[in-house]
């Protein structure tokens, strides 16, 4: 292990994920740190409600812009043909996965966008179910880029040498996505594992189970990712507030 030291703002969110100063344990074993990320489309806001004028920089929502420029990043490799690659897990079992779920179709359409300017919310949490960041979703469905910009904002804030393992309902999806197209680059994805969810895990194909499973995985132990369940159920009452709030 080599000694470094997480950003301030993530030893304030969560002294016990991010306090340490010894980092680099290999992905096989487990990582440094476990965070899980997911979208809710209740907390929506309202076209009609408008925003206030802006007089501060919120510190848990990543900024439109950063969001929309990995959105173009996303697109603009897509277009360019998949990286040749060894798969432990047969495209046909990824394919079915992503057909299963309707978190890994972006297209689908999920809320009324003429009624709503932002449909919902995607959350990045740690191990203990502390929030660390979101990013507002402003498209019919849960496309990739959120999910990519929260992961790539968390990495920025830590140690070059810090493992992460990310668990998420389509995990085999984005990570079938990262490693056929340079959306993120080799020192972050080189660092980065994916899982699925525990309670998800089960509606995926058996040969994706193998490898994403968090009940499969070497090292993960009881970390399930269904953190963000909970948050969003501490969320609940928030909902009808959102849908007319001007900030």
Request: glycine share 10%; with cysteine.
């Given at each position: 292990?080599l000694?470094?030291?997480?950003a301030s703002i993530l ?5 016990a ?5 010894s980092?680099g ?6 990582g440094?740190i ?14 009609s409600?408008?925003d206030c ?6 510190s ?8 929309d420029s990995v ?5 603009t490799?897509r277009?360019?043909p998949p990286?040749?690659r060894?798969?432990?897990?047969p495209?046909?079992a990824i394919?079915?996965c992503?057909h299963?779920y309707?978190a890994?179709d972006?297209?689908k359409q999920k ?17 203990h179910?502390i ?14 880029k959120?999910?990519?910009?929260l992961?790539e904002?968390?990495?920025?804030l830590l ?8 668990l998420y309902d389509v995990?085999?999806v984005?990570?079938r996505?990262l ?5 993120l ?6 660092r ?7 309670m998800?895990?089960y509606?995926?194909e058996?040969?994706?189970?193998l490898e994403?499973n968090?009940r499969?995985?070497?090292?993960l ?11 969003w159920?501490?969320?609940v009452?928030l ?8 900030v």
């Open positions: 292990l000694r470094g030291q997480c030893m304030q969110r969560c002294p994920c991010f306090g340490g100063v980092f344990r290999p992905l096989s074993e487990g440094d476990h965070v899980a990320t997911d979208g809710n489309f209740h907390h929506r806001h309202r076209r409600a408008g004028p802006r007089f501060y920089t919120p848990y929502f990543l900024p439109k812009s950063q969001v959105g173009s990043r996303i697109l490799q277009k360019r990286k040749i060894a798969s432990l897990v495209d046909e394919d079915q992503e299963s309707e890994a972006g297209k809320a009324a966008m003429d009624s709503f300017d932002d449909t919902g919310i995607m959350a990045l949490i740690c191990r179910d929030p660390l960041f979101f990013a507002n979703i402003d498209s019919p469905g849960e496309q990739q959120y999910a990519v910009s992961i904002h968390l990495f920025s140690p070059q040498e810090a493992t992460v393992v990310t995990g085999c984005l990570s996505s490693s056929q197209y340079d959306i680059p080799h020192s972050v994805t080189s980065l594992r994916f899982a699925t969810t525990a998800h895990a509606g995926h058996w040969a994706c189970q994403y968090p499969m995985c070497t090292g132990g009881l970390t399930d990712g269904e953190g963000t369940e909970r948050l159920s501490r969320f009452k909902i009808g507030i959102q849908r007319s709030s001007s």
